[in-house]
């Protein structure tokens, strides 16, 4: 996965958010969603959370090599633990709950996320960035957890708002192939799923039908711990 494929993915995605959720109203920003206990003006919150860490990985030190892909980030450890998950909750209500309204909240999201990919196309393809959790990683493998984090939120919200889901193909894309592997087309085929589909399926979103486990088992498919 280059850098630029990884970051046209991200700004593209996040672009699709920032329209989707600007101009709500403040009973739409209050709506629950299913990652509990956050409303949806505190899941937006916490997309933005998880981007704003990227300005400083840049600005930290670059470790030697890289170590953990992607996949491997995704690995069952203590970022998923209860304890973890607690922080990560306070965190986005904490700053859900200081920016101000909803339209400061899409302004804030927004700037976030173009300054980030301001900064990440001005890196070399090879840049390595530790995360908050110690892990050294290439730049472009970074980027793509970050494209499963407005991804996957992204369907969260829409489906707490009851609109059509915003996912875009270059999204999609990069997902199943962090997942399904650079022969991701074939895989989707036999599986019989779209790109809603599998990422709905793929994050616990949506049941796994007994004819969907099998498909799973015999194309080998990994599934990433999400929290």
Not at 13 to 28: D, I, K, T, Y
Request: glycine share 8%; proline share 4%; hydrophobic share 45%.
């Amino acid at each position: 996965m280059t850098l630029s494929r990884a970051l046209d993915a991200f700004r593209l995605e996040a672009a699709s958010l920032s329209r989707a959720v600007a101009g709500l109203s403040e009973q739409e920003w209050r709506l629950p969603t299913r990652c509990e206990p956050w409303t949806v003006r505190e899941l937006l919150g916490h997309v933005r959370v998880v981007i704003a860490w990227l300005p400083g990985m840049l600005t930290a030190a670059e470790p030697a090599k890289a170590e953990v892909s992607a996949v491997d980030y995704y690995r069952p450890d203590d970022r998923f633990d209860a304890q973890t998950n607690t922080a990560r909750i306070g965190l986005a209500q904490d700053y859900a709950a200081g920016v101000g309204g909803g339209a400061a909240l899409v302004a804030d999201f927004t700037a976030t996320w173009q300054l980030v990919d301001r900064q990440c196309r001005a890196e070399h393809e090879d840049r390595v960035v530790l995360t908050r959790h110690g892990d050294a990683m290439l730049l472009s493998q970074f980027l793509l957890t970050r494209v499963v984090e407005i991804a996957v939120h992204g369907l969260d919200i829409a489906d707490a708002l009851g609109h059509e889901p915003w996912l875009t193909r270059q999204a999609g894309d990069v997902v199943m192939e962090l997942q399904l592997g650079p022969d991701w087309r074939n895989a989707i085929r036999a599986l019989g799923w779209d790109r809603l589909a599998f990422l709905r399926k793929a994050t616990g979103r949506e049941p796994l039908e007994s004819a969907d486990v099998a498909r799973v088992e015999r194309l080998g498919v990994r599934w990433l711990t999400l929290s």
